[in-house]
């Protein structure tokens, strides 16, 4: 083999990914180490997390009265035992130094997760190098101590739980994210066809219990005091939006911004999405349309045929419908701030990947996106970029995918309407 076909062995096949894995994850220890030896601690939001416990810890146990310097607590209960675990062992919140090496080990153990992702779905070595190149991601994770880091570490540990068809354990894990911040609800469409699929009608809805009986046993503590109180605070789906945080929409100007009739198209444009990528991308491993579907769905498939679409509901298929709702759902955001790029940094690359983009476009829409997101403020240009990056994204997986499972297809109709001849 000469030297050229073995560098393109090297980057473009999966089993290097088995030694590039923790070479990488060592190089990032380093590059952690470094960062929050020689960056600043930026204080935004740890010192607020750190009053609202010393509240709860008080007793307190009315959400609506929990408050902190930057404002009122407006997380599930899982991010208050998260940080209250935090709060006891970093002196009440006061050692920074020890709080930031202990997400600098909760960075690195989810990017191996992400790795494992990655990995079992057989993505190339070359798009590997950009999960740890994100200055922002470093920075959200290291130098802000945001709970989103704990959001997003669920949602990978639950993926890589589907991914091995560990159901129970995923659905666990996911929900637990969710109940760190709400944000994960935006992969709960893609969750849900996943195990319907996976498991058909009964099974999933029993995981779907699941998931709502450990939100009502995170919440306990509060319910009783101030039920609505909780929900409306937790899961405040009416939140108003201050303009001049917002990293991707800045370009339409404020008075669109503010506008309900802005809110009521990003929210429209989201739900076609889903039904575009359900109809079209997320339901292939039934071989159906969506009506069929549907029908399925109440009338299930005979035990034989239920075996076959969840052997078709692959590691690849699962983490590219998981993190295409991801994105969907950060395309139609009416407004994202920097910690929300958690959710994305770890995304881009295998979402561009299944796009089909070549790499030197894909490495090129790649740092577009981080350039944009570590704009501060962000400007119209930056805010243009970063909506345009995510649309690359959303557009792209959805075309890249067009030709998934046409194999199975043509052999579900071969069986269906056997030739005779």
């Given amino acids: 083999m000469d030297l050229y076909a073995q560098t393109i062995d090297l980057l473009t096949n999966p089993k290097h990914t088995k030694w590039l894995s923790p070479a990488l994850l060592a190089f990032d220890a380093l590059l952690c180490a470094l960062i929050i030896w020689k960056i600043p601690y930026t204080e935004i939001d740890w010192q607020a997390y750190t009053q609202q416990i010393a509240q709860y810890l008080s007793g307190e146990r009315d959400y609506t009265l929990i408050k902190g310097s930057t404002g009122p607590l407006v997380y599930p209960a899982a991010h208050v035992y998260i940080y209250t675990a935090l709060y006891y062992i970093t002196d009440q919140g006061r050692d920074i130094l020890l709080a930031q090496v202990l997400f600098a080990g909760l960075y690195l153990g989810v990017l191996g997760v992400v790795m494992a992702c990655y990995r079992v779905a057989e993505a190339p070595p070359y798009i590997f190098p950009l999960l740890v190149l994100s200055k922002r991601l470093h920075s959200i994770f290291l130098l802000r101590l945001f709970n989103d880091c704990f959001a997003v570490g669920a949602l990978f540990v639950a993926i890589y739980a589907y991914q091995h068809r560990m159901w129970t354990v995923g659905s666990v894990v996911y929900s637990w994210g969710a109940g760190v911040k709400m944000s994960l609800l935006l992969a709960l469409p893609a ?91 997320w339901i292939k491993p039934t071989c159906l349309p969506l009506p069929l579907f549907i029908r399925t769905v109440f009338h299930p498939p005979p035990s034989s045929a239920q075996r076959q679409i969840t052997l078709a509901v692959t590691p690849s298929f699962i983490l590219t419908t998981i993190l295409s709702a991801i994105a969907i759902g950060m395309l139609c955001a009416r407004s994202l701030h920097y910690q929300f790029f958690s959710y994305i940094a770890w995304a881009t690359p295998f979402l561009l990947w299944k796009a089909g983009l070549h790499p030197v476009l894909l490495y090129t829409v790649w740092a577009a996106q981080e350039w944009a997101w ?34 199975v297809s043509h052999n579900h109709e071969e069986k269906e309407h056997p030739h005779t001849e």
């Fill in 191 to 281: 969750v849900g066809i996943v195990l319907l699929q996976a498991l058909g009608l009964q099974r999933a809805l029993r995981q779907a219990a699941l998931m709502g009986q450990l939100q009502v046993v995170l919440a306990l503590p509060f319910l009783p005091t101030n039920a609505i109180g909780y929900l409306s605070r937790a899961f405040e789906f009416s939140r108003q939006f201050l303009y001049k945080w917002t990293v991707n929409w800045r370009f339409v100007g404020e008075d669109v911004f503010l506008s309900s009739r802005f809110s009521i198209i990003m929210l429209s444009a989201h739900l076609m999405l889903l039904v575009l990528f359900l109809a079209t991308r």
């Fill in 374 to 407: 570590n704009v501060y403020p962000s400007t119209n240009s930056s805010s243009m970029v970063v909506v345009a990056s995510l649309a690359v994204q959303v557009v792209g997986v959805w075309w890249g995918t067009r030709k998934d499972f046409t194999a």
